[in-house]
């Protein structure tokens, strides 16, 4: 496995992400991750780099301010070479342990009922999922949501 560091983000981050999901998703997907998540959500965001690839990966993550026991994972991803390496489940653990010592005791995250890879993961991690749930971001915007006991 390649050498990787991984750090808390910055808003400085947002371009290099933003240039890289439509490419690491191989369709487009950037119009789900706005600049204001790194704005404001930095702190509890991640990114990962090798010294080759920056970002290697990311996850960008919040303590929701709404729901004092959530934590939500908005958006998460691994450079195409680095999947299967346990760098996403890396940057989910230590998410998740800033959660965790914020008090938190649930986690949440959503994906598209297409995305098998995404469902198959948040399994694996310990996630339960919904049913495809109808509209969930309007219409025509299925969603299959994930909660986790922290």
């Not at 050498?3 to 191989?26: M, Q």
């Not at 469902?119 to 909660?147: C, K, N, Q, W």
């Amino acid at each position: 496995m390649t050498a990787h560091t991984i750090r808390a983000a910055r808003p400085a981050d947002f371009d290099s992400i933003i240039a890289v999901v439509d490419d690491w998703w191989g369709r487009a997907v950037s119009s789900s991750l706005q600049r204001l998540f790194l704005d404001h959500f930095h702190e509890t965001s991640l990114v990962a780099e090798t010294p080759t690839l920056r970002p290697a990966g990311f996850l960008i993550g919040f303590l929701s301010p709404s729901d004092l026991d959530c934590a939500y994972i908005h958006f998460a991803g691994v450079h195409p070479d680095l999947r299967r390496t346990g760098l996403a489940g890396e940057l989910y653990d230590r998410f998740l342990t800033v959660a965790t010592e914020a008090g938190r005791t649930t986690a949440k995250a959503i994906t598209s009922p297409v995305n098998g890879a995404s469902i198959a993961f948040h399994r694996a991690l310990g996630f339960t999922e919904s049913e495809p749930i109808t509209d969930y971001d309007g219409p025509g915007l299925d969603r299959v949501v994930f909660h986790k006991r922290l």
